[in-house]
């Protein structure tokens, strides 16, 4: 089993910035990818960036944050953070946290709020 829990959304100013964190416990796969999603209303989840654990330290981005946000990651305390700035009104969304723990299971967080607004 794996728990999952994010932290650091908020309301924030166009052009502001904001981080989030995501602290996973449990039993971790060395390869697992940890990954920050995030789902606007009427809308359906998308990736905004992962990040793998293991050595190579992977990401990817979603084209729309490239240059904007940074996923970045500390082992030791299985906890991945991003990094969000010159935040767009369409950034607003709900932001999951989830933990893809290879053929252990996909794991999410319950979901932090940013919102974007002046």
Do not use: H
């Given at each position: ?37 995030r789902q606007a209303p009427g809308k359906q989840r998308e990736l905004v960036a992962s990040i793998q654990l ?65």
């Open positions: 089993q794996v728990q999952v829990a994010e932290s650091g959304g908020g309301l924030v100013q166009p052009g502001g910035s904001l981080r989030l964190s995501c602290a996973a416990s449990g039993s971790i796969f060395v390869f697992a990818v940890m990954g920050w999603y293991s050595l190579s330290r992977n990401t990817n981005y979603a084209d729309s944050v490239k240059g904007r946000f940074t996923i970045a990651r500390d082992n030791a305390k299985n906890t991945v953070y991003l990094q969000m700035n010159s935040l767009r009104p369409e950034d607003t969304a709900v932001y999951y946290c989830n933990v893809d723990n290879g053929r252990l299971g996909s794991y999410w967080g319950q979901g932090t709020q940013v919102t974007v607004s002046s």
